[in-house]
């Protein structure tokens, strides 16, 4: 059996691309940790019939009506759509239903780390960072600031350093600085303040 046979190729790539796409556009949308090889195919021939299953009626439509023959730049777009466009819009779909508080009430939510929760909504905070030695890091994370998701490990760029008080109160800006990048395996914990 030659897989690179025409049928076989095309089959491969009618019940693996689509899937292949929400997968990956999911995995974007939702970072989590990976699967294996195996599991990413099964799961991609699975999204791709789903994928089918959903735009049944229009594929049935399309064939039926003979829109090669009459308009094949049409029915090339149309699996364009098909194969490219519609895995995307459900791996998004997905996401914002997974997302509704109906469903949160049922099902865990996607995003797996509240870490990636958090810093995904792209809020500014100024941030007390304490270290494992019990060293308190300040500063602001905004809209340069930057800070890790899934599967990499935690870690946090403030785009500002900034100086504590006795009180804990930020004093000033920390001249003649890029910032503050810390990494996970030195954060006790982080205190966050609108």
């Not at 299953?53 to 308009?71: D, H, M, N, Y």
């Not at 997974?98 to 995904?120: G, M, V």
């Not at 030695?133 to 785009?159: C, H, T, V, W």
Request: proline share 5%.
């Amino acid at each position: 059996m030659d897989i690179w046979e025409t049928n076989k190729l095309l089959l491969f790539i009618a019940f693996v691309v689509p899937g292949f796409i929400s997968l990956k556009c999911y995995e974007i949308l939702c970072p989590s940790s990976s699967k294996s090889s195996s599991d990413r195919v099964i799961d991609a021939v699975a999204y791709s019939c789903i994928n089918y299953a959903i735009l049944f009626l229009p594929i049935r439509w399309v064939e039926a009506s003979g829109t090669l023959q009459k308009c094949p730049i049409g029915y090339y777009i149309f699996y364009l759509f098909v194969f490219v466009l519609a895995p995307f819009f459900w791996a998004l779909l997905w996401k914002k239903i997974r997302s509704t508080e109906f469903f949160q009430r049922r099902a865990p939510h996607p995003t797996e780390k509240p870490w990636d929760f958090l810093f995904e909504q792209r809020k500014p905070y100024w941030v007390k960072v304490t270290l494992n030695d019990g060293k308190i890091i300040a500063g602001r994370y905004n809209s340069k600031s930057f800070a890790s998701s899934a599967p990499a490990d935690e870690q946090i760029y403030l785009e500002e350093t900034w100086v504590l008080g006795n009180a804990g109160e930020f004093l000033r800006k920390v001249d003649r600085t890029a910032g503050t990048l810390i990494l996970a395996k030195n954060i006790s914990h982080v205190e966050l303040r609108e």
